[in-house]
């Protein structure tokens, strides 16, 4: 049997294999932005269904609450504070792993304990950690003499934005560590050896080798975890649910409060295209810089 | 090659006729409030009860926590997939009128059902047309422990006095309990607004809601209460803004609480986990010269129009509300009982039951309107300012009640 000339043409068959990952795409990605957007322009009613067009309104009426301003610089915050510290961390683990000593495939092993780790399942066990009565960090820094009187950690504002940080460091840590991990096994060993005939320092050799060596990795990494930080719904969704009032809300806590809560989905529909907005300029520069460095 | 033909056409057959006898079944879905004190077990032992009595009824009950319901009931409904029925509290219930998707119920159920639910409890009869059969209704209380306190307290003044002579925060005993933390509604503000005579809206002559009122006296008065058991006389919990009802109710259980305002599920998960301490309960306090007032809350079962099997779901319903399943239901929650045929049966005749049914004539409702889920978070987050200092509590009510004006354009 002899196949049509349509059949032989490899592109032409690439592009029908293409076709159901595209429509997924179209159905399930580009149709839900597409409207979100269209929402943060007209009125919606609380079915979610576009009522009138409303131009501007939308956008108005989140930029004059004083509170969306408080969130928007809050979500800078916590994603600038969250993945400096996870990078910073993440380095360092990925570093000490990159060592040969014994133990380092228990150690590895148990460092993606709280990747592997369901994000909700590890706020909750957080939440009974740091409970000032019952939890195991205050019992702990009290029987230790670290800490005679240590804060109610979900009580306050700061100490509850602290805390609700550093379950986002805790579970991204393991990401940063292996990934930069791996970036370090692909420099090739020689570079270090011909740094000490030139008789570089550990340090020379981390600054000149390894970091010029990561630095594609690095970018990458950092650009994911911004993302995912900026979107960190679950830690404090589980932790403070944004309180005490609404001190811990990011924008993603707060679109759902509007969305799911009050059913105000055109205001909710806004904070989502300027989230969006954001963290595409984020991803651009990251981009431009990443290609710039030629890392591909 | 043909053999293995046959076969495939053979396992065809059969899922064609399972699928056949499947689709003969008519699908009745039921988002499903887990309540505190209902077990699991209660929920898959009617959905097997049920579809043992309608062998052409899939029922599908689907439990969700109650802080969740809300939300989730929203999502299914906003993605046009809304259950055949739902639990709602039923101060969601005009929310969902004004989305248009409730289905009046009285059409769908039995006569005998509707003649045998106290009129008194149809909370979910919006303008002459019954939305939703109440599923629990019952005035929240005091609980105390009877070990410790010898008088109990009348008043919000008299219940501070008692409360600083039995709080002991080194031993981690605490004389009253306070939330400052979300939790499905702000009942913790309701209870100290009521006894000190309040409400949140003016009502008008026709009915209606007019201005929000919790800067008034005695919604100023209340919050004062308030902040000052946390802030000044510190016999609460410490961190109050840090605990949910739900966290609060498991200190009291663990013994670390003197008084605490709940309702009736507590007595019941008291029971279920096996209290060690005494405690008993007491009509809510009221502040001195006001008259004893608590909520009434309501939660109802809806209905809606885009169900596919509404007599099926009826039929459900009038199942549910049998008596051997709604005796099972009442003691499992706590709450007294719904219809009028359980309404002598021996186990309702406990203290707890009694306080709760004692209290009805002097109880008050929450505000029925849509925009509540937004103006309880607004009144919410003005009280977790107090606690926390940031605003007093005349600013914080002004504050609230100014927002709320506007967001409901008065």
Not at chain 2, 278 to 299: L, R
Request: hydrophobic residues 45%; contains cysteine; aromatic residues 14%.
């Amino acid at each position: 049997m002899t196949k049509g000339k349509f059949w032989r043409t490899e592109s032409t068959v690439a592009y029908l294999f293409m076709i159901p990952a595209s429509v997924f795409l179209l159905m399930f990605m580009f149709y839900p932005i597409v409207y979100v957007i269209l929402m943060s322009f007209f009125r919606v009613n609380k079915l979610g269904d576009l009522v009138s067009f409303f131009g501007w309104g939308n956008f108005r009426f989140m930029f004059d609450k004083p509170e969306f301003w408080q969130v928007v610089v809050r979500s800078c915050v916590w994603t600038a504070i969250a993945v400096a510290v996870k990078t910073a961390f993440g380095l360092v683990i990925a570093l000490l792993l990159n060592v040969e000593f014994v133990g380092k495939r228990l150690a590895r092993t148990l460092l993606i304990i709280p990747w592997a780790s369901s994000v909700p399942i590890s706020a909750m066990i957080w939440q009974w950690t740091y409970n000032s009565d019952f939890g195991l960090l205050n019992h702990t820094l009290r029987s230790l003499g670290v800490w005679r009187n240590p804060p109610i950690w979900l009580a306050e504002p700061r100490s509850a934005f602290m805390a609700n940080l550093w379950v986002d460091i805790w579970c991204g840590i393991p990401f940063m560590a292996l990934v930069f991990l791996a970036g370090l096994q692909a420099i090739p060993q020689e570079l270090y050896e011909a740094a000490e005939v030139d008789g570089a320092t550990p340090w020379s050799k981390f600054r000149f080798v390894t970091l010029p060596l990561l630095s594609g990795v690095l970018t990458v990494a950092t650009l994911l975890s911004t993302l995912w930080t900026f979107n960190d719904f679950n830690v404090i969704y589980v932790l403070t649910a944004g309180g005490p009032g609404t001190s811990t809300d990011i924008l993603i806590t707060y679109i759902y409060k509007y969305a799911f809560q009050y059913l105000r989905f055109g205001p909710a529909a806004a904070m989502a295209v300027i989230t969006f907005g954001i963290l595409l300029i984020v991803s651009i520069v990251y981009a431009r810089s990443y290609f710039r460095e030629g890392a591909l | 090659m043909r053999k293995q033909l046959v076969w495939i056409l053979v396992v065809v057959f059969l899922l064609g006729i399972g699928g056949g006898v499947s689709a003969q079944r008519k699908q009745v879905s039921v988002l499903w409030a887990e309540y505190d004190g209902l077990t699991p077990d209660y929920a898959s032992n009617l959905e097997a009860a049920f579809e043992k009595e309608y062998s052409d009824i899939d029922l599908n009950i689907i439990s969700t926590p109650w802080d969740k319901m809300h939300d989730r009931l929203i999502a299914f409904v906003a993605g046009k997939q809304p259950p055949d029925l739902s639990v709602i509290g039923t101060r969601w219930l005009l929310e969902l009128i004004d989305m248009g998707v409730v289905e009046p119920i009285e059409q769908w159920i039995s006569k005998d059902l509707f003649n045998n639910i106290d009129p008194a409890l149809m909370e979910g009869k919006i303008k002459g047309v019954l939305y939703g059969l109440p599923v629990a209704a019952g005035t929240r209380l005091m609980y105390y422990r009877s070990d410790i306190i010898d008088k109990v307290p009348e008043t919000f003044e008299e219940m501070l006095q008692v409360a600083q002579k039995i709080n002991k925060p080194d031993e981690k005993f605490y004389a009253v309990g306070m939330s400052g933390k979300k939790y499905v509604e702000l009942t913790e503000y309701a209870y100290y607004l009521f006894g000190n005579g309040g409400y949140f809206f003016e009502i008008l002559p026709d009915g209606s809601y007019g201005k929000c009122t919790v800067n008034d006296e005695a919604g100023v008065g209340a919050l004062t209460f308030m902040n000052d058991l946390v802030n000044t006389y510190k016999v609460t919990q410490p961190g109050v803004t840090a605990y949910r009802r739900d966290e609060l109710q498991d200190l009291f259980i663990a013994g670390n609480l003197g008084i605490f305002l709940s309702g009736g599920f507590t007595a019941t998960l008291l029971e279920q986990r096996g209290a060690t301490f005494e405690w008993s309960v007491a009509p809510m306090p009221h502040f001195e010269g006001k008259p004893q007032s608590t909520i009434i809350i309501t939660d109802s079962i809806v209905m809606f129009k885009d169900s596919q099997a509404k007599e099926e779901a009826g039929k459900f319903l009038d199942f549910f509300y049998s008596d051997p399943w709604r005796l099972e239901f009442d003691k499992l929650v706590g709450f007294p009982p719904v219809t009028k045929s359980l309404a002598n049966d021996p186990a309702f005749q406990k203290p707890v039951y009694q306080v709760m049914i004692q209290q009805i004539p002097g109880a008050k409702g929450w505000p029925l309107m849509p925009e509540w889920p937004e103006c309880n978070d607004i009144i919410w987050d003005n009280i977790v300012a107090t606690f926390l200092g940031e605003k007093t509590p005349q600013k914080a009510m002004d504050d609230a009640a100014q927002e709320i004006d506007s967001i409901r354009g008065m």
